[in-house]
């Protein structure tokens, strides 16, 4: 069992559920800003193929076709269209390969919208998973949290990121290499219990980054095999 040396304390304080406002609409928006800043690669790939319309395919489509169309107007041009066949099959292999790393197998979806901010010094119990940078294609650190709500069926689901400014506790960073066989093999991070204290944060703060709660204790047990089950990137 592996657990903060005051989590059973934390635990018990700790409320079953957290009252507080809904996500207003505008927030998904200043995530994607947030998005943007902290991961324009992940970013920009959601914005040329994920928000709708496909552009990468007219994008993909149009570097095939100025290619090949160059090669022909070049045999054409010189008669050296051993020229032509062999650099087409050559720019095919190159442009496909190219968008195929690129792109990978799916367009990320964005992370998710943050609520907040909620009144401060609420300890509450949460269900977490931890992801290291490079999961699922992101640069950085990710905390989830699923946190009960008072008088709602369905908890809040936050992605907190953790940022080289405002770097990952030391323990989380132990945590993440002590669960890496199991994300490997599972496929997904296993979820452990975590007491959370929500912070004197504005709602302003929360858009630009601020962590409206704070993990202050946690407990995992490395013979569980349940795992957090996080949206689909």
Not at 185 to 209: E, H, I, L, N, W
Request: aromatic share 16%.
């Amino acid at each position: 069992m592996l657990e903060s040396p005051d989590f059973q304390a934390a635990w018990d304080r700790a409320a079953p559920a957290l009252r507080g406002p809904e996500t207003p609409p505008e927030a998904f928006h200043q995530r994607l800003k947030l998005w943007r800043s902290q991961e324009y690669h992940d970013w920009f790939r959601w914005w040329l193929a994920g928000r709708g319309f496909d552009w990468s395919r007219v994008l993909w489509f149009g570097v095939l076709s100025a290619g090949v169309l160059y090669l022909v107007y070049y045999g054409y041009a010189t008669q050296r269209w051993e020229v032509t066949a062999g650099g087409g099959v050559a720019w095919f292999t190159l442009v496909n390969l190219g968008f195929f790393i690129w792109l990978g197998l799916r367009t990320r979806r964005p992370p998710l919208p943050i609520p907040g901010p909620f009144e401060p010094a609420q300890t509450v119990r949460a269900e977490a998973a931890l992801y290291p940078p490079g999961y699922d294609g992101r640069r950085l650190a990710r905390l989830f949290l699923r946190v009960p709500r008072e008088n709602a069926a369905e908890a809040w689901l936050l992605e907190l990121t953790w940022p080289p400014e405002n770097p990952l506790p030391a323990a989380f960073t132990q945590l993440i290499a002590a669960q890496e066989r199991t994300r490997i093999y599972a496929g997904d991070a296993p979820k452990f219990s975590a007491v959370c204290v929500t912070q004197s944060v504005t709602r302003a703060g929360v858009d630009q980054g601020a962590h409206p709660l704070q993990a202050i204790a946690w407990k995992w047990d490395p013979q569980s095999r349940e795992l957090f089950g996080r949206p689909k990137m």
